[in-house]
Structures are given as structure tokens and as C-alpha cells.
């Protein structure tokens, strides 16, 4: 893995001729380039490493919501893949949105969607809903919203403060967690100080997923919001702004307002704690079978490996052989 810093400056050919000779030695069937600076990368090496027929494949993870949020360095990335967007087989995007914003702007019509999988391990747990809650200082009566996410423009902190100081007007019961690099660090308004908890960087997101009683996502631009169905699974409803596929996650109108609008968030987080807790417990049960059909693990890998097999010649005959009778 090479970070996008070592892609740059005058130790970019050392980087990329390490990179042929890996390549070289390990022979593969398939190039894949993951994020801009990578795509761009796997294109301009390709040729170098074996066949010209060797497959290449982007993996675009991005929307273009928002570019004046981006680096510099990943807008330049940006106008480099779009130079190479002949090169690729397929350019494969976690977003419906996102393929139509990249092909707007020049990336052409090579492309399949395939969402992210949630990550099998995240489920909800009793045990670790008590827990938490307690060491948090949380009780039953409290309706705890959680948002997991670095401090960054992109998740736009700010209109989420401004949503939980207003929610909480109308329901003192609003209680909330923020998790990511650069939360612990938050400055909060004087009313919601005592009443969120910032908890920086953690391991146990499954953990501190399963003590809240919904997710929250502030975003003003993203492709696929991972965080969304890892609330779903663990059976919490959310509330989300409508950037990326958010709104196909979420699967309800409802709960999905613009990016950017404190108001509309807090009424929709208002709304949500104010539900019967056995309707917010349906809501939970049917954002987690949405989840289980349309974004699993175990269907990422299918797709991605049927794209592929299209590609590399004896993969799927291996795939049936091993499927067969005989080799059970």
C-alpha cells in the first residue's frame, strides 16, 4: 500500500518503478486501482508489468459533492483519472450518484456500481449496550444519538452541534456520542457541553453503535456512508443528510433532510426520539433486514468477483468446478 504523499515530488519514479518491480514478481491476474491517486497510478504502470490485455479496474470511493472541500493533491488526482478513464476495464463506484457525477465531468460510461458490504463482526449487543451507556453516564430515559466520523469539512460537525442544541429544546432527553480522529478535540456550546460525549478514536465501534438508540450522519459529501448501515445492522434507525446514496441506505424519506440545515436535521432527530420505543424498535429490525439484502458482506464479493471472472480467463471454470457435485 503506498500512501498518496509518496506519490508526489521527486521520489514519484523510485515509487512507481518499486512498484512495477512488486508487480513484476508477484504476476497477478488483475490490476486494481483503489481511490484517484491509485487509479491513476495502476494506469500509468499497467503497461509496464505484463500483458497489455492484463485487467485494470478502478475502485472510485467519492462523490464530487463538494470539490472545494477536497485537497489539492486529490483535485489534481481527480483531473488525472480523468486523462486515463480509457485505460480501466470497468470503473467500479460504491455509489450510484457518485458514477453519475464522475461521468458527467469526463470519466465516461465504463462503470458498474457496487456498494460497499458491511463488516460482518458489527452486530448489536446487550451486554455492550449496558455497558457503555453506564461508563458513559447515560441512563434508560435518555435517547442517545451517535455520530461516528473524523473531524473533517466534508462531515460538516458544526451543523451537527447546532442540530443537537436545537433538538434538545424541544426534548432534554437528546443525549449524544461522537466518535472519530479529532472529536475529542470539539469545542462545544456552553447548553450542550454536559450532554455530549466526545470520544476521539475507537476500536469498539460495534460496541458504542449497540448503546445508542440511532445513528445520526451530518455529511455535506459522500458516496457510500458506511457508518449508515453499520447502525442498521446493529438494528438502529437513522437519521442522515441526503448526500451519496444516503438515501438509498436509509430506505426512509423520512429521515433523510439536506445537507447543511440544522433546523431540518434537529426536527428529524426530534421526531425519531419521540416514537414509541416499539416503533422505533420495528424501524431498527427493518433498516437491519434492508441492510442484510442489499448491502452484505457476502454480496460486495459476489459482484466484484463476477466483474472480475468476465475478465480472467479459468475463473470461473474454477468457481464451478468447486461448486460441482463431484468436488463436494
Not at 494506469?43 to 470539490?67: A, E, K, M, Q, Y
Not at 453503535?209 to 437513522?238: H, K, Y
Not at 442522515?240 to 429521515?255: E, I, K
Amino acid at each position: 500500500m503506498v500512501h498518496e504523499h509518496a506519490l508526489s515530488g521527486p521520489g514519484l519514479p523510485f515509487v512507481l518503478h518499486s512498484i512495477i518491480r512488486e508487480l513484476k514478481a508477484f504476476d497477478p491476474d488483475v490490476v486494481v486501482g483503489r481511490m484517484y491517486h491509485a487509479c491513476a497510478v495502476a494506469s500509468l504502470i499497467r503497461p509496464f508489468v505484463g500483458s497489455r490485455d492484463l485487467p485494470l479496474f478502478w475502485g472510485v470511493h467519492h462523490s464530487l459533492d463538494n470539490l472545494a472541500l477536497e485537497r489539492l493533491s486529490t483535485r489534481f488526482a481527480i483531473r488525472a483519472c480523468r486523462m486515463l478513464s480509457e485505460t480501466p476495464k470497468t470503473v467500479m463506484y460504491v455509489s450510484a450518484r457518485a458514477a453519475k457525477q464522475h461521468a458527467r465531468i469526463g470519466f465516461g460510461d465504463k462503470a458498474e456500481v457496487i456498494p460497499n458490504g458491511v463488516d460482518p463482526s458489527i452486530k448489536f449487543s446487550a451486554e455492550a449496550h449496558d455497558r457503555v451507556r453506564s461508563d458513559l453516564g447515560f441512563s434508560d430515559r435518555d435517547f442517545v444519538i451517535g455520530h461516528i466520523g473524523r473531524v473533517h469539512p466534508a462531515k460538516d460537525h458544526p451543523s451537527l452541534l447546532k442540530s443537537i442544541a436545537r433538538a434538545r429544546v424541544q426534548n432534554p432527553n437528546i443525549k449524544a456520542v461522537l466518535c472519530g480522529h479529532g472529536t475529542e478535540l470539539l469545542s462545544l456550546p456552553d447548553e450542550i457541553e454536559p450532554f455530549v460525549k466526545r470520544l476521539g478514536v475507537r476500536r469498539d465501534v460495534s460496541a458504542i453503535i449497540s448503546a445508542c438508540d440511532a445513528g445520526v450522519l451530518s455529511s455535506v459529501s459522500e458516496a457510500f456512508p458506511n457508518v449508515l448501515p453499520e447502525f442498521q445492522t446493529c438494528g438502529r434507525p437513522v437519521v442522515t443528510t441526503d448526500v451519496g446514496d444516503a438515501s438509498l441506505v436509509a430506505a426512509q424519506p423520512s429521515r433523510v433532510v439536506p445537507p447543511s440545515d440544522p433546523p431540518a436535521l434537529a426536527k428529524a432527530i426530534v421526531s425519531l426520539s419521540t416514537l414509541p420505543a416499539a416503533v422505533r424498535q420495528r424501524m431498527g429490525q427493518e433498516a437491519e433486514q434492508h441492510v442484510a439484502n442489499h448491502f452484505s458482506m457476502a454480496f460486495n464479493i459476489t459482484q466484484t468477483v463476477r466483474l472480475w471472472s468476465a475478465y480472467v480467463k479459468g475463473w470461473i471454470e474454477t468457481s464451478e468446478e468447486a461448486s460441482s457435485p463431484a468436488a463436494q
